[in-house]
């Protein structure tokens, strides 16, 4: 019977020719409308195909959610050590996501373990098991490039030992060869802020910026991610222009990829071998909240921890807005109950700031009323349910 009901499923027909390659994970041989940052990355980092040893080079890769940042990094990387090879270079590229990796230790593992096969990690110090590394390259004459993805992650776990860690590696070898270069990813400068002096002056060389997408930018990025992961005919341009004009408010190709995706699963569901304009909008209401799984679970924990915060308030009150005092008063509870330290009130007012700015809450002034002049804060488009659900349940930031 088993195998009827497979052999049923299987035979119905998708709109989706390689459904993978709407993912988050899947990185696009072509990244349009991302020329300029490859060409700026390629000539910040070409010493290392011409003479590599010779130098360290560094960048910053910077801009807000869903703007290519990752898949960029990733993609120039596994090129340029693509172009080195050629040359008889053996260039390694290694990307660690400190959203996943938050200690010096976990991201120096990570690395070792992506190249050096069986390497003993276990009673090794961070420093010890970098130095295998070096010396591994030293031994082999090979390079590495390594990226620092959320590097905000790193920093805000551990302080700012980690980067310095790193750009001192890269710097100090005076007179030896340079053997890794670097390069760092995050939303904000924020994280420049807890650096020291030499280490912030030693990034800042290479600023390289992502603005976000404009709505036409997206439909020509959606466009030929459905060339290769729809079968043909499967969406017209006007139904892809209206994904890309509902995800321009927000310029993340992100977004407008994941409501592709789901409005291709609701087609399916409906057996309709076409994507029409009423999948894409009950994508969006039903299944995509304003704010995505994704942007929830990649936030800071200080900020994930004052998103609670203004959640658990409003699910007390069931009013639409709180105050700033409020939420505060909260955040520093929960922060007890995670096991965390409360961080200062400048810091608490930037986390509001940056979560407002990521269109996750909104703040503004209050009126006259009977509040007297305070800031208000409330949810934008995301449910509390939504809220705790990922960040409770799934994320168990309260542990
Ligand atoms: N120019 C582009 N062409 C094709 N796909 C793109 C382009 N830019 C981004 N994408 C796709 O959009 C999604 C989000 O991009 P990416 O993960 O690189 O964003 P990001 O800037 O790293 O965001 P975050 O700050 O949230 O990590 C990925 O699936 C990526 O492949
Ligand atoms: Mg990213």
């Not at 060409?39 to 890769?61: H, N, Q, W, Y």
């Not at 910026?209 to 060339?227: D, G, M, P, V, W």
Request: some cysteine; proline content about 4%.
């Amino acid at each position: 019977m088993a195998y009827g009901i497979i052999e049923h499923e299987l035979a119905k027909p998708s709109v989706f020719k390689d459904e993978s390659r709407l993912l988050p994970d899947y990185v696009p041989l072509n990244l349009v409308h991302r020329e300029q940052q490859l060409r700026s990355l390629a000539r910040i980092f070409r010493v290392l195909v011409e003479s590599p040893g010779t130098s360290s080079p560094k960048a910053i890769l910077l801009g807000p959610v869903g703007v290519g940042k990752t898949a960029v990094s990733k993609r120039f990387g596994s090129t340029l050590s693509e172009l080195a090879k050629r040359r008889g270079i053996t260039l390694r590229y290694v990307h660690v996501n400190c959203h996943k990796d938050r200690s010096l230790f976990l991201v120096v593992k990570r690395i070792a373990q992506s190249f050096i096969p069986n390497i003993p990690e276990r009673g090794y110090s961070a420093q010890e098991l970098f130095d295998f590394v070096l010396r591994y390259l030293e031994d082999r004459s090979e390079y590495l490039l390594l990226t620092l993805d959320e590097v905000d992650f790193l920093i805000n776990v551990s302080g700012e030992d980690p980067l310095y860690f790193f750009t001192r590696v890269a710097d100090e070898s005076l007179n030896a060869v340079h053997r890794l270069s670097l390069m760092v990813i995050s939303r904000d400068l924020n994280f420049l802020s807890k650096l020291s002096e030499s280490t912030r002056s030693s990034l800042l060389h290479n600023l390289i910026k992502f603005e976000k997408y404009t709505a036409q930018q997206l439909f020509n990025i959606l466009s030929e991610r459905a060339r290769e992961a729809l079968r043909s005919g499967a969406i017209d341009d006007d139904t892809l222009m209206l994904i890309a004009d509902i995800a321009g408010r927000r310029g993340d190709a992100r977004y407008a990829l994941e409501l592709l995706w789901r409005a291709g699963k609701y087609a399916d569901a409906e057996f309709s071998a076409v994507i029409h304009p009423e999948h894409v909008r009950k994508a969006l209401s039903e299944v995509v909240p304003g704010v995505p799984r994704e942007v929830l679970t990649s936030l800071p924990l200080h900020e994930q921890l004052t998103l609670l915060a203004v959640a658990r308030i409003l699910k007390r009150s069931k009013a639409a807005y709180s105050t700033m005092g409020e939420v505060e008063r909260e955040y520093r509870a929960i922060c007890e109950q995670a096991g965390e330290e409360p961080r200062k009130h400048t810091k608490f007012w930037e986390y509001i700031q940056n979560l407002k700015n990521a269109g996750i809450l909104i703040a503004r002034l209050s009126g006259q009323g009977i509040r007297g002049k305070t800031t208000l804060i409330g949810l934008g488009e995301i449910s509390i349910e939504a809220i705790e659900r990922v960040l409770v349940k799934e994320e168990k930031i309260l542990g």
